[in-house]
């Protein structure tokens, strides 16, 4: 891996990470396909035209069904899936957090019921290198445990400890399997992930630990769980210095359009995010100028795109009241339209952003866009 840092603003970073999958220009929101698939019946040659960079898939998910032996026989992921660009993948530890009622978590790892079929699953920081290594992703994430944003002390401390000797064992494992002969993607990267709540000092130690460990690059979790946006902002403020600059920055699950701004402006490089699909999927559909619910009635007659000037496959030929009428009918097109329409808004909002800071006008541009976007909430 190379990563160079390009531009800066302030703290904010414009770099390029070379990976064994291809360039990822930075920062990058990445689109969720958690099961391999972008929900909404969007194809791997839709994220191409829409300039992905980056997929992220699920681990827990993927192993699960179809199983992520079978597609390490297959080749592995990006062969199974037929994206050529770099995926990313997630520990399962967000799951085993969401899993919170089925679950007993130990030093050795956690146990948890499936939720399809609710078989018993035994997941620790060797299962999810091992699971993650068959499926052969460009980047693989560490396993950690997800506390609740405003859990106590008591309860963050021991989880943050353990997570970080969860770390060493994840590290000692990937080199490990990537040193096997069947390994699918012997040039894997590792990620760490920085835990702590919102409780400042135990962020602040947790980063200073890990990254002593020199790895690939860092991510922070456990963020947009509960707390407030500017309880976010503040952890972001007081953690990322203490991250090594000359490495990317991952903030997990975040975020909205105005989290991503605020996000790259405290020096993050990777995004991701269920919002734009998941709203898609709803009729809820991005603009520079708010969020449009193409459900509403005014939308009947509307003869426009949903975005003027956008080149989405949506906007260069349908009409908000043709997709309404799709969303309406509950024809499956409308959609994967808006979903369509989601991702190239967050891609394209990240293309301005990497623009902006290329030009060294990256302040401006992002009071531009915030004042814009709640124009037409509706």
Known sequence: MKYEILKTEGRAKRARMETVHGVIETPVFMNVATAGVIKGAVSSEDLESIRTQVALSNTYHLHVRPGDRLIHDLGGLHRFMDWKKPILTDSGGFQVFSLAGLRKIKEEGVSFNSHIDGRKIFMGPEESMQIQ??????IAMAFDECPPAKAERAYIQPSVDRTTRWLERCVKEMDRLNGLEDTVNKEQLLFGINQGGIIED?????????????LAGYAIGGLAVGETHEEMYHILDETVPYLPQNKPTYLMGV?????????????????????????????????????????????????????????????????RAYIRHLLKAKEMLGMRLCVLHNLYFYNHLMEEIRSSLDKGTFKEYKYNVLQGLHENDA
Do not use: W
């Open 133 to 138: 290594s068959n499926l052969g992703s460009t």
């Open 202 to 214: 135990i962020r602040i130690a947790h980063a200073k630990t890990i990254s002593d460990m020199d």
């Open 255 to 319: 975020g909205t359009p105005e989290n991503i701004l605020e996000g790259v402006e405290r020096g993050i490089d990777f995004f991701d995010c269920v919002y734009p699909s998941r709203n898609g999927r709803h009729g809820h559909v991005y603009t520079h100028k708010g969020k449009l619910n193409l459900f509403n009635q005014q939308y009947e007659r509307d003869l426009r795109p949903i975005e003027e000037g956008c080149e989405c496959p949506a906007c260069r030929r349908y009409s």
